[in-house]
């Protein structure tokens, strides 16, 4: 049973930082690329970013780029999002998901975690 839970969300202060974590267990992932979301409320649901498990290839979304940082820690199964000069616009709730490199829907999803930004 594949699991992903986020944790890492909060309040912060425009300009300010904050860092995501995303636990992945119940599979390997070798075969999977992982990915970051967020919703907002009233807006859909926004693609971030994504990483290949096995060569850590990333791309963003332009929204974020520049901003915010994906990578995967394979020893620990984890994947982070390093979000830095945050704004109150990044206000959401923020989904880690996994999908197999070959396929395109994401199979499996997190919870959720509220980053909330204030100005």
Known sequence: QVQLVE???GLV???GSLRLSCAASGRTFSSYVMGWFRQAPGKEREFL???TWSAGNTYYANSVKGRFTISRDIA???VDLQMSSLKPED???YYCAARLVIGHDYNYWGQGTQ???SS
Request: net charge positive.
């Open 7 to 9: 944790s890492g969300g």
């Open 91 to 93: 206000t959401a709730v």
């Open 13 to 15: 202060q425009a300009g």
């Open 76 to 78: 620990k199964s984890t």
């Open 115 to 117: 980053v909330t930004v």
């Open 49 to 51: 970013a994504v990483i």
